[in-house]
Each structure stands twice: as structure tokens, then as C-alpha cells.
T-cell receptor
């Protein structure tokens, strides 16, 4: 079974631009979560989608948004990029058998998208 | 707020020795904990998990211990190998997943 895939793997943007990152979950997984990883802040939760609905959200500004499609693929968008948005953006998928957050769902991560904002 | 922290940012061990990586959490509502391993240039890889109704779980060469009284968990790696060199994260879940800062494990040959 193929793992979580993320595209693109590397991206360079300038301040003020916007960016869209894509994530394809493991086949059969319905939940997709996004994380930002930086050396200073570590892994921080952005949001989680299940069945095309956002069901959990972290403490990030509204410039960060996401969506999930009917095939469970997900995209996240960052508008008006700032230098501090430079990070590794990780996507994780899980099976999530129920409609509410289940504690025992194991999340499987993709390789991430390395975003550099100049 | 919720936090999951690690006691040491780096750990260096000799090949063949046992490694112990510690983690503390603050959210009493966390009922599920996971250890991840992240190698350079890759996403975190699931190692082992434990539910809050357990205090120990063993995998292949790895053991996770959970002490709910002091909100502490540890990852023990037996017979550490060079391939174990990576950053290890603990994460707690009580709703959303909260990650610790990570401990970098270096294995000396």
C-alpha cells in the first residue's frame, strides 16, 4: 500500500505570495492532518480534516487554510506569506473509523513539503 | 495550555547499549501516546504507541513506559544500532495530537 504523498517536495516563494500544498493520504484513510515543523517551535498542529470537514484546528492565523476533497486528498493554502512561514509542512493520514476524533488513530506521515520564503 | 516536553534535547549512546528517551506531558486528558522517529529529510515514522489504560508496551527492541501519576513516558531502545540515530518525538492525544520538541539520538560506533 502506498504511503502518504506530498507535492511539491520543495518550494521557494517570496513574501506576500500565496502557496498551495497537496497531500494524498494512504488509500482508505479518511482523516488528514497538517503540521508545521520548524527548528524553534517543533511540530505544531495546523488542522485536521475528516470527510471534507475541518474537525480540529490549531492556533494559527487565518492566513492558513485547508480543505479536503471527496477522495480524501487535502490541500493547505497559506496566503500573504511571511518569512516566518518558512518550514517543513507535514501531512499525516489516519483511518479514523468514527466521525469524531478517536484517540487510537495512528497517524502516518508523508515526507513533507519544504517551504522557503524569501 | 497543553504541552508535551522532552527532558533532553540530545542523547549520545554507544552502539549496543540501551537508550532511554524521556518525555513529560501536562494534559491529563491525553489518553493516547505515540513515539515517532524522524530521520533527516523524512517525515516522522510511527514507532510504538500506548493507551492510558496501560503502563507498558513492548515492540521489537522498543518498550514504552507510561506513568500517569507523574505524567511521564519513556522510550527504551534495546541494543541501539547506528540506524537508530534520528530525532525521536513523543506525542500525546486528547483530541488533537500535541508533539514534544524532540530528542536527537546519536549512536557512536
Amino acid at each position: 500500500k502506498a504511503g502518504v504523498t506530498q507535492t511539491p517536495r520543495y518550494l521557494i516563494k517570496t513574501r506576500g505570495q500565496q502557496v498551495t500544498l497537496s497531500c494524498s493520504p494512504i488509500s482508505g484513510h479518511r482523516s488528514v492532518s497538517w503540521y508545521q515543523q520548524t527548528p524553534g517551535q517543533g511540530l505544531q498542529f495546523l488542522f485536521e480534516y475528516f470527510s471534507e470537514t475541518q474537525r480540529n484546528k490549531g492556533n494559527f492565523p487565518g492566513r492558513f487554510s485547508g480543505r479536503q476533497f471527496s477522495n480524501s486528498r487535502s490541500e493547505m493554502n497559506v496566503s500573504t506569506l511571511e518569512l516566518g512561514d518558512s518550514a517543513l509542512y507535514l501531512c499525516a493520514s489516519s483511518w479514523s473509523e468514527r466521525g469524531s476524533s478517536s484517540s487510537t488513530d495512528t497517524q502516518y506521515f508523508g515526507p513533507g513539503t519544504r517551504l522557503t520564503v524569501l | 495550555g497543553e504541552s508535551v516536553g522532552l527532558h533532553l534535547p540530545t542523547l549520545s549512546v554507544q552502539e549496543g547499549d540501551n537508550s532511554i528517551i524521556n518525555c513529560a506531558y501536562s494534559n491529563s486528558a491525553s489518553d493516547y501516546f505515540i513515539w515517532y522517529k524522524q530521520e533527516s529529510g523524512k517525515g516522522p515514522q510511527f514507532i510504538i504507541d500506548i493507551r492510558s489504560n496501560m503502563d507498558k508496551r513492548q515492540g521489537q527492541r522498543v518498550t514504552v513506559l507510561l506513568n500517569k501519576t507523574v505524567k511521564h513516558l519513556s522510550l527504551q531502545i534495546a541494543a541501539t544500532q547506528p540506524g537508530d540515530s534520528a530525532v525521536y518525538f513523543c506525542a500525546g492525544k486528547g483530541g488533537k495530537l500535541i508533539f514534544g520538541q524532540g530528542t536527537e539520538l546519536s549512536v557512536k560506533p
